[in-house]
């Protein structure tokens, strides 16, 4: 949420306050929005050393025969083609600043515990975002 994206920022500021944290609250499948964000970014700030992606949805849990398939496929675009497109879109500003610099390209991807609950949980009652987060957990 917000809040917690600005409690984040806090204690980042509280330990270093030279260190610029930019939020983005946009939806990652919108392909649109992430190339507007990462414009702001490189016309801006004009660099990225650390790309956070902490995006993501989960379909209620229920039996899989009694589950949306729409809901089923939302949680799958959000939590593997929303970091895709978002990797596509920072990765080279990420690339172009640690060239610059000398580092290396951090990207932080978050997931939920989804991917590591109990298998017949997983079946019975959340398969899509058990599945989908093991995929980006590897």
Request: glycine share 4%; charged share 20%; net charge negative.
């Amino acid at each position: 949420t917000a809040s917690e994206l600005d409690a984040v920022e806090q204690a980042i500021s509280s330990i270093n306050s030279n260190v610029k944290v930019t939020k983005f609250s946009l939806d990652i499948t919108d392909e649109a929005e992430v190339t507007a964000a990462a414009s702001h970014v490189v016309n801006e700030i004009g660099r990225l050393d650390v790309l956070v992606n902490n995006a993501g949805t989960t379909e209620p849990w229920k039996a899989i025969a009694e589950s949306s398939i729409d809901d089923y496929w939302r949680t799958w675009t959000v939590s593997i083609m929303g970091t895709y497109v978002m990797l596509r879109n920072f990765l080279p500003i990420l690339e172009k600043t640690a060239k610059q610099e000398k580092t290396t390209v951090d990207v932080i991807n978050i997931s939920s515990i989804g991917a590591h609950v109990c298998q017949w949980i997983s079946l019975n009652h959340g398969p899509v975002l058990s599945v989908a987060n093991h995929v980006l957990d590897r």
